[in-house]
């Protein structure tokens, strides 16, 4: 799957990400794979919001178009899409063992 061309991310896409790994809900590699995006870009980001920098990343760069930026809010609703199925898979395969006779402890 192609990501954003490069450098060309909106400063939601990066507020998301960012909240995605600092708010602990995934690990750096799992949310820059879920998103899309190279680890190595998603650490930088969460290295500046540390530094309280966030918000000069990609000042650069040219404006998305709306196509791109549709695509990355599309990209992004997939990823949480996913996020939530394999939470509602895991969630089943817990209550389907435990309905097993045998399986109460």
């Known amino acids: 799957?192609?990501?954003?061309?490069y450098g060309?991310?909106?400063?939601?896409l990066r507020e998301e990400a960012v909240k995605l790994v600092?708010?602990?809900?995934?690990?750096?590699n799992e949310a820059a794979r879920r998103?899309?995006?190279p680890p190595s870009t998603l650490a930088n980001w969460v290295k500046?919001?540390?530094?309280?920098?966030?918000?000069?990343v990609g000042k650069n760069y040219r404006p998305l178009t709306e196509i791109e930026m549709?695509?990355?809010?599309?990209?992004?609703?997939l990823a949480e899409v996913?996020?939530?199925?394999?939470?509602?898979k895991n969630a089943a395969a817990y209550f389907a063992r435990e309905s097993l006779p045998?399986?109460?402890q």
């Open 1 to 5: 799957m192609q990501g954003v061309p």
């Open 8 to 12: 060309r991310y909106t400063k939601e």
């Open 22 to 28: 600092t708010e602990g809900k995934l690990s750096l």
């Open 35 to 37: 998103l899309s995006l």
């Open 48 to 56: 500046v919001y540390k530094a309280g920098k966030l918000g000069d």
């Open 70 to 77: 549709e695509l990355a809010r599309t990209k992004k609703e």
């Open 82 to 88: 996913k996020m939530e199925r394999d939470i509602l």
């Open 102 to 104: 045998g399986t109460r």
